[in-house]
């Protein structure tokens, strides 16, 4: 399979969502192995299968698991993929099998580089893959991916399939699956499978469950949504409010409430073709737009449930068929969870108004201009409106730090019963609070409602709405004005804290996704005149300075946001503002008290005009607390260039209006806008990505991001917030995660040394103890040979308990520290080391115990077992945040091997976070490495603290201990501990071991020896000497023995047997092993038996015969050169004598043997088994 294509880059930055990370990759991962770990026994599969592309001919379901495990990866990087010029079968070939610790992937070295950042962090992962000379040859490719996946699939008797997708459940038939090509290569007796893919294995759908995985929202998925869906939305919307804005001058009062709604419904019916629901009528929500009297509750009931539908001219939607005060409307995005109702309000034209604005359009010289005013009933209902809005909010934020709907919607209850109070003729109505209503919703990704569970966190996104039903009229008493409606869709993050005392608490965020969509709007009805046409020539106010130049205005308020845009007319004596083309707001001596101006401090930066106001003098919608009106002229525009060019000197050369102060910063209360606005325009003037275009929307987001960033991952409750939040700088921490201070620390610190078998860790240790064998006391600690991994970690704890008594002995002097070196044992999991140390059972060691930093050490050239499959807990030893440093110990430079490059790649895409230094054999020499490694809080950086608890939350709590049982022998490393009694020949043991290499074997790598270690003594010494052997290396080490237990310190010295050999491998026999270790050994003469003639060979007769061919002949006998002849007249070619030579030869040799059998019989005893 020959391609001449560029290899694909595995960087990060190819990943096209900015809030994609391996935290919320490994989050994912979590949620779908969750399924496999349910309490129902009985129905939960072993493991969970996907195939992608025609190995599964293209089926939907593992195509959307895919996708989701790979944040899309086959849409959002199809145009990159189609430009790589492989083909689509080659990008797909893929499958993945996901157990409950375990995942498996086979893939091709094409695709393995594009999959390395999505998945190169997951936990106990084993990538199936050949490397690119060995995919060249096509039928050796196909063969290996049948041989994979029959591995990958042993030991699973029952899979999962996901069959269903998401909104299109379809009914599941095992036989499906049975006609996949890569299914029906399982049962070719040639593989091993042992027959028919469905008659080995159950097989089940898993989709429902998936589909539910699916809906829980991460930031990734955030974003997309944000993104897509919501600028979707928000376009709509705008469209509606567009068409409003435009009708002001042909009559709002001619349209009706369905040409009204027309581009929220046209969005969700084109949008809703080919849904599961709109074919079975499975969803009910549906947009609407109703005005005044229809909103009556009974009416807006029966719209919500599709029971009927409304559609009546705007202006007969009022009491008693006249005009109505505001419209409801809500939009829904048609497959999905995004939704929200406003409430937009309606008022009519004054005849001065009407007058006035018309004799400048009928050619006459201007007139002044006459604003209307808000009626009692329009004035209440804004303000009703606007204590809803804040209501909300708050409720929202009560919620996310909360989880407690009841305690929620009664405080939002209140809180609109305190708005009313104000209002005597509501006095009655708040009484009965029936006709208010505030409800909490979730909705899963298919925009499915779901109930919220009273103090149970979850990952939907949800509703919050608030209904006034049937507020009744204070101008015409006994009528009912309509009904008021707000609700935002948003979605919350819950930190669980765990306090000093033990307690827990919440800490929450929440993003107001529809909080782009305007909350306020107003249009007049029966006015078909442009105000701006009359405000061109007013003279009352003297010259015209800006002539109705686009500013964006607001108050602190949260009715105001987002920050609406306005039409800015400055006059020497008076600032107007038009808003949708109609309303218009005069600001001048009469109502304004005061003016400050703050101007950034770069030309990108907003200008912001702050104006104080009397508030009995403006609209309900713009009155606020602080009685500020805000401003904010565009960056690098006309407006701003003539404000600060004509209108500030004008203003400030008469007295009309008060003086325009400069302040140097903003209001606490509009911070947040103006950083917001500041984005907003930044993205505005530079190529910006999406996401950062819709940062420029949202005031919160990137805090809140960052939040969602950690609830989103765990639900573990942690007691190191700030350090999760990123909110402080590095400091050094303690084990229990709480800051230290390095110099003040008085107790043991442990530098942790880690690596597989052969990765010169150990020669590492010898490196560090000769460096700093005069100003550092170490104590080390090592495996002993036979010890088990357990027997280790007790040991450890044991030694640092005593480490700890007698460093509190000696605490009053200035030496008040004490290091610990460990090396790990074998192929051990480093998370299980470190959690060994932090969690001591003795709550005073464990105080009193800190890591200083971890190092692993890598060889390239036995990182991998075949292929790209790596030795067992190698990626897991090099995980984000449980290393510091990776050490290179071999293959140095790349023209040595290319294993180094290709281990690295590997490696950064585990872990982009770590050091990497290069060391021959575990020699370091530079001194900012030995720096590095002997640190002593590297390890309690708080970049590292989150990254543990991000990746592996409940790490330290003993949640990611390795599988107990490996999901195939063929991947475990099992060690096999032989003790025996007797010297070893050295050639005889040194050539076998050199064999070993030649003798491994293709997967299922059984009796595959791939460790020899241990301590034995040879037959020409009498010395005790220590052996490893390293057979995919060939490595091999024979040195004298020494205790390397403890040096520099007090420790643990461990008894030792005479001999003892480790053979480590999948699947080892130990009687196999026996037989291979006693051909090392002296072996046993066995007894010879005698010698007879037959047993003699011709060329031992003739040897014979030479050899006495010479000697003298029997009477009767002569030589005449060639022959020899007798008197008798007998010729013979041989010595008449040679039976008498050759029995002769046969006494000799019996002789021979009869003495050595004596003799081995004599020395039986010293000829003993190796394990007798």
């Given amino acids: 399979m020959s391609h001449k294509f560029k ?30 770990k349910s309490e129902d ?80 962090h997951w936990r106990n992962l084993r990538f199936h893959c050949m ?124 349209l009706t409430e369905e040409k009204v709604c027309e581009p929220l419904w046209s969005y969700y019916k084109h949008g809703s073709v080919g849904s599961e629901d709109t074919k079975t009528g499975g969803r009910q929500r549906q947009p609407y737009v109703l005005c005044g009297t229809n909103s009556r509750r009974i009416v807006m009931d029966d719209v919500r449930n599709s029971r009927t539908s409304v559609n009546m001219e705007i202006s007969k939607c009022g009491i008693n068929n006249e005009s109505p005060k505001f419209m409801v409307c809500h939009g829904i995005s048609p497959r999905g969870p995004v939704c929200c109702t406003r409430t937009y309000f309606l008022h009519g034209e004054s005849s001065t108004s009407k007058a006035s604005l018309s004799s400048k359009a009928s050619g006459h010289s201007p007139a002044d201009l006459t604003i209307p005013q808000e009626d009692q009933d329009s004035k209440m209902l804004v303000d009703l409106y606007s204590v809803m809005v804040d209501s909300v909010l708050a409720g929202i934020k009560h919620y996310s730090q909360t989880l407690s709907v009841h305690k929620t919607r009664a405080r939002v209850v209140d809180q609109i019963c305190e708005g009313c109070r104000g209002y005597p003729d509501l006095t009655k109505y708040i ?60 979605q919350d993050s819950v930190i669980s804290v765990q306090r000093e005392d033990g307690t827990l608490e919440f800490c929450g965020e929440a993003l107001v996704l529809t909080s782009i969509i305007p909350r306020y709007r107003a249009w007049p009805l029966g006015c078909k005149v442009d105000p701006s ?99 904010t002229v565009v960056p690098k525009s006309k407006a701003k260039m003539s404000f600060f060019k004509e209108v500030l000197p004008e203003w400030k050369s008469h007295d009309s209006l008060p003086h325009v102060d400069l302040c140097d910063v903003l209001p606490a209360t509009f911070q947040e806008t103006a950083q917001q606005l500041q984005l907003e325009f930044y993205n505005d003037f530079h190529p910006s990505t999406p996401y950062r275009h819709v940062q420029g929307k949202f005031s919160n987001l990137n805090k809140f991001m960052t939040h969602f960033s950690v609830s989103s991952v765990t639900s573990l409750p942690t007691n190191s917030l700030p350090i999760m939040l990123q909110e402080i700088k590095e400091v050094e921490t303690s084990p229990s995660e709480t800051p230290v201070t390095s110099s003040n620390f008085r107790g043991i610190t442990v530098t942790v040394l880690g690596g597989i078998p052969g990765s010169h860790k150990e020669q590492l240790c010898d490196t560090l103890l000769y460096l700093t064998e005069s100003h550092i006391r170490w104590t080390v600690l090592r495996q002993t040979v036979g010890a088990t991994q357990s027997v280790l970690l007790g040991e450890l704890q044991d030694t640092l308990s005593k480490m700890w008594s007698s460093m509190r002995r000696r605490l009053s002097s200035p030496e008040a520290g004490n290091r610990l070196l460990l090396v790990t044992p074998g192929f051990t999991d480093i998370t299980e080391v470190i959690s060994a140390i932090i969690n001591h059972p003795n709550p005073d060691v464990q105080s009193h115990v800190r890591i200083g930093s971890v190092t692993v050490c890598i060889d390239p050239f036995i990182s991998f077992i075949q292929h790209r499959l790596t030795f067992p807990n190698l990626l897991n030893q090099c995980m984000q945040g449980f290393v510091n440093n990776i050490l290179i110990t071999s293959a140095t430079s790349i023209q040595q091997n290319s294993s180094l490059e290709e281990i690295q790649t590997l490696l950064r895409s585990v872990n982009s976070d770590v050091a990497f230094f290069l060391a021959e054999k575990g ?21 590292k603290v989150r990254a543990r608890e991000m990746l592996c939350p409940g790490w330290s709590e003993g949640l990611y201990k390795s599988p107990p049982s490996p999901a195939s022998p063929a991947f475990s490393m099992r060690d096999t501990e032989l003790t025996f009694s007797q010297p070893l020949v050295r050639n005889l043991f040194i050539n076998k071991l050199r064999a070993l290499k030649g003798q491994l074997t293709n997967y299922p790598f059984t009796g595959n020896i791939f460790v020899v270690h241990g301590y034995v003594s040879f037959t020409d010494s009498e010395d005790l000497m220590d052996v490893q052997y390293i057979v995919k290396s060939d490595q091999l080490s024979v040195h004298k023995h020494v205790n390397k237990t403890v040096a520099n310190g007090d420790g643990l010295h461990l008894s030792q047997r005479k001999y003892c050999l480790v053979f480590t491998g999948p699947e080892l026999q130990v009687n196999t092993v026996k037989d291979w270790l006693r051909g090392c050994g002296r072996q046993k003469p066995e007894l010879k038996k005698l010698l007879s003639k037959k047993d003699l060979t011709k060329d031992e007769i003739k040897k014979i015969h030479k050899e006495h061919h010479l000697d003298p002949l029997p009477a009767g006998w002569f030589y005449n050169g060639t022959q020899f002849v007798s008197f008798d007249g007998e010729k013979q070619d041989l010595h008449p004598n040679l039976e008498t030579f050759i029995q002769d030869y046969i006494d000799q040799k019996n002789k021979e043997v009869s003495e050595y059998n004596a003799e081995v019989r004599r020395s039986a005893d010293q000829y003993l088994d190796l394990f007798a």
Wanted: glycine share 6%.
């Fill in 7 to 36: 290899r694909p880059s595995s960087a990060r930055r190819h990943i096209k969502l900015e809030t994609f990370s391996l935290f919320v990759s490994g989050a994912r991962l979590r949620r779908i192995q969750e399924l496999l």
């Fill in 41 to 120: 026994t009985d129905n939960k599969p072993d493991a969970i299968l996907c195939i992608a592309g025609i190995d599964s001919r293209y089926h939907e379901g593992s195509t959307e698991l895919i996708d989701y495990l790979l944040f899309g990866f086959f849409e959002r990087r199809k145009a990159e993929l189609e430009q790589s010029g492989y083909e689509e079968e080659v990008i797909d070939d893929l499958i993945m099998l996901i157990r409950r610790h375990e995942v498996d992937i086979y893939c091709n070295p094409v695709n393995y580089h594009y999959l390395l950042p999505y998945v190169a």
């Fill in 131 to 254: 490397t690119d000379k060995e995919y060249e040859d096509d039928e050796a490719a196909e063969e290996f991916k049948i041989q994979s996946f029959v591995a990958m699939m042993h030991g699973v008797k029952k899979v999962g399939i996901p069959h269903n997708i998401l909104g299109q459940p379809a009914k599941f038939d095992h036989m499906i699956v049975e006609k996949w090509p890569i299914i029906q290569a399982y049962a070719l007796e040639d593989y091993k499978g042992g027959g028919f893919f469905t008659l080995q294995k159950t097989v089940v759908d898993v989709g429902a469950q998936l589909t539910e995985v699916y809906s829980h929202i991460d930031p990734c998925s955030l974003e997309v949504l944000l993104i897509e869906q919501m600028t979707q939305f928000e376009r709509q919307w705008q469209t509606l409010i567009d068409n409003l804005d435009i009708s002001v001058s042909t009559g709002i009062d001619k």
């Fill in 431 to 490: 009484q009965r609070k029936s006709d208010i209503v505030f409800t909490i919703e979730a909705y899963d990704q298919d925009g499915r409602g779901h109930s919220v569970e009273e103090g149970s966190r979850s990952l939907f996104l949800k509703s919050a709405s608030i209904c006034l039903y049937d507020i009744p009229s204070s101008l015409i008493p006994g009528k009912t004005l309509g009904s008021l409606v707000f609700s935002e869709i948003f």
């Fill in 533 to 631: 046409d009359a405000l061109h020539g007013l003279r009352k106010y003297g010259k015209l300075l800006l002539p109705g130049e686009t500013v964006r205005v607001c108050t602190d308020k949260d009715l105001t946001h987002p920050v609406t845009t306005a039409e800015l007319y400055a006059y020497e004596a008076a600032i107007f503002l038009v808003f949708q083309r109609a309303t218009v707001l005069p600001l001048n001596k009469d109502n304004v008290k005061s003016l400050q101006m703050f101007v950034g401090e770069s030309s990108e930066a907003p200008s912001v005009l702050m104006v104080e106001v009397y508030p009995d003098t403006i609209p309900a919608f713009l009155q606020s607390a602080d009685h500020l009106i805000y401003i």
């Fill in 923 to 943: 020699n370091v020499k530079r001194s900012m490495d030995v720096d590095a490694i002997l640190s002593e809080t590297a390890f309690m950086e708080n970049s």
